[in-house]
């Protein structure tokens, strides 16, 4: 927590989510290099992992710091059908709508990661209204195997939020985990049919989106009651590799009112906001999203130009880092191209003097990054990691 | 029907009006305009405003998503009335997604363009396998292949489709152009396609000159 209140700690902390792709092959190449020896089989869930040897668990592993743990949050409690054929799994979802993922496996020699939103319960922006939220804080959410189709864990049933807590708590800084109003409305209605609607009928969807936070802030309240944990990641969004997905004028709009309310709610818990924002977010929008409130920013998408220098240089003192690792060009380079991860990485930890920086990959570490990388990458933070920092020949002044 | 507003028509397509570009079109339609001087003087301009003003951050996906719309409406009406070779006046394009990437609204809007651009286009959706871009690479016989892609996991979906190509022979009459978040010139040259495009519009002007069209 030093490091949210922009304080220097011993270490550069480190959180992690690792796609499950991620993890099959890291626990593959582990064994193949004989730096561990076990007959078990990673079950990959869509994100996430199922593993029940630590040995091979990249989590404690590589001794991170920080642990995500997420209840089901979706706006109805439903119990998902999931039907598989040899191609795809289709699924519906608590969000109302049905998703398609191709089925996928490292060795076909390409990777799915990601489900096609096929069908959605609000049809047209009048159905908006007539959408009925179930309880945000339904025990069942937080006590029963979590089986949550788009909240990160895919169609396999997962332990209880709960059992996941109890599991973690005492060895890591919990952060929970709720969507804004626009993550919520396009996993409701789609992101073609939000944006024409947000363009069309921008009464309808406001109306909406007051509802989804007063969902999302018993979600909240839920989790920090029965986890204790400090800190919250908000899924938001916000903009894709060029650019905002919408107007600064339409987001101030429709989505800067909510989530100013939701982080208000989430500081009233006594706990800090870390805003997730994909793609490329200019420093007018980033100025937004500190006026709304927010103490934290993840992930800083560097193929999207995200440069957590920059930010550091120009809202280090009000603003909290969370990631900047390059997934794509960095860690994604070819196997044992060092040199590039090297410079990425040691140059971006510049940002984190002074304290004010998690160290994260610039979202998911997906299948496609060679485990030897992400290894290199994490011998880099054991050597470099520690304060005060002295990153060789990528040390420079901020 | 020398005097009918296609300034107007366009304003309407720029800013997104379904009812009133419908109302336009129907209109034009029974003043005996050609379909194809409806789609050159009236959508195109519009949806060209669009695609400019949205390269150069003037105007955003939701703005895009409600002129394609206003336009897909009005070409509704129009497309049965238009000869065979009206509607393919520059060529025929395949678009898709690549394999085990479900991104599409970038590839969306890129397909919608081209077609008021007086393209042919056979849209094939996202995720779509090698196997499914030849079968119809085969069937249509196209001058362009499209190909999006937006995860790092997916891009190499583009090498793999484009050596099969030349494997099946397919090769030498398709021009290849590339698209999305995870790609970029330097990688189009590297898997051997012909083209790249950052955006929309580019896209259009691309693929035009990919097949030897002006204008």
Not at chain 1, 42 to 69: C, F, G, H, Q
Not at chain 1, 189 to 198: E, H, K, L, Q, T
Not at chain 2, 74 to 92: C, F, N, V, W, Y
Request: some cysteine; glycine content about 8%.
């Amino acid at each position: 927590m030093q490091a949210m209140h922009h304080e220097e700690p011993d270490r550069i902390p480190a959180i992690e989510w690792f796609a499950g792709e991620f993890t099959t092959r890291w626990v593959e190449w582990r064994k193949t290099v004989g730096k561990v020896k076990s007959d078990e089989q990673v079950l990959t869930a869509s994100w996430a992992a199922v593993i029940k040897n630590e040995e091979l668990d990249p989590t404690r592993y590589y001794d991170m710091d920080l642990a995500l743990a997420v209840p089901n949050s979706d706006p109805k409690f439903i119990t998902p059908e999931v039907t598989s054929t040899e191609a795809y799994t289709i699924a519906t979802s608590g969000f109302g709508c049905t998703i398609k993922k191709r089925n996928s496996r490292l060795e076909d020699g390409y990777m799915a990661p990601m489900a096609e939103y096929i069908d959605f319960s609000i049809k047209s922006p009048d159905d908006y209204a007539k959408f009925q939220f179930d309880d945000p804080k339904d025990p069942r959410r937080f006590f029963d195997p979590r089986q949550d189709i788009l909240s990160g864990d895919g169609f396999t049933v997962l332990p209880s939020y709960m059992e996941g807590i109890n599991s973690i708590k005492n060895d890591y800084c919990l952060i929970g985990g709720i969507y804004e109003a626009w993550e919520g409305l396009w996993r409701m209605r789609g992101i073609s049919n939000a944006m024409m609607d947000m363009a069309r009928e921008p009464e309808k969807v406001k109306a909406f989106c007051d509802r989804l936070i007063d969902f999302a802030i018993g979600s909240m309240q839920e989790q920090v009651r029965l986890s204790q944990c400090p800190l919250m990641y908000i899924w938001g969004d916000l903009g894709y590799k060029t650019g905002l997905m919408f107007s600064p004028r339409m987001w101030r709009d429709i989505f800067f009112p909510p989530l100013k309310r939701l982080v208000e709610a989430i500081h009233k818990e006594g706990v800090l906001a870390i805003y997730h924002s994909c793609g490329h977010n200019p420093d007018s929008t980033i100025e937004g999203l500190i006026e709304a409130g927010i103490d934290g920013l993840n992930p800083l998408e560097v193929k999207a130009g995200m440069d957590a220098l920059h930010i550091k240089r120009n809202y280090g003192d009000k603003l909290v880092i969370v990631g900047g690792i390059d997934n794509a060009h960095a860690l994604g380079a070819p196997a044992g191209d060092f040199v590039t991860i090297r410079k990425q990485i040691l140059t971006m930890m510049n940002a984190a003097k002074g304290g004010g920086l998690i160290l994260q990959t610039d979202h998911t570490v997906p299948g496609s990054v060679p485990p030897e990388n992400y290894d290199y990458y994490q011998q880099l933070r054991r050597e470099f990691g520690n304060y005060p920092l002295h990153l060789a020949e990528y040390d420079q002044a901020l | 029907m020398t005097d009918f507003n296609f300034a107007k028509m366009a304003e309407n397509v720029f800013l997104g009006n379904r009812t009133e570009t419908v109302e336009m079109t129907e209109t034009a339609l029974r003043a005996g305009i050609k379909p194809t001087t409806i789609i050159e003087n009236g959508l195109i301009p519009g949806m060209q405003r669009l695609g400019e003003e949205f390269s150069k951050g003037d105007v955003f996906l939701p703005e895009m998503l409600i002129g394609a719309d206003a336009m897909k409406a009005s070409l509704a009406l129009i497309k049965p009335l238009l000869k065979k070779d009206e509607t393919k006046r520059h060529g025929t394009i395949v678009l898709g997604t690549v394999l085990g990437d479900v991104h599409d609204i970038g590839k969306n809007i890129v397909s919608w363009m081209l077609e008021g651009a007086g393209f042919n286009v056979v849209d094939l959706g996202v995720d779509v396998p090698p196997q499914q871009f030849i079968d119809i690479i085969k069937k249509e016989n196209p001058q362009i292949l499209g190909l999006s892609a937006l995860l790092t996991t997916s891009t190499h979906q583009i090498g793999v489709l484009i050596e099969e190509l030349k494997k099946q022979g397919l090769r030498d009459n398709l021009k290849v152009m590339i698209g999305g978040a995870s790609v970029d010139a330097t990688y189009a040259a590297r898997v051997g396609a012909d083209g790249y495009a950052i955006d929309a519009v580019s896209a259009v002007a691309k693929a035009k000159e990919l097949v030897g069209t002006k204008g």
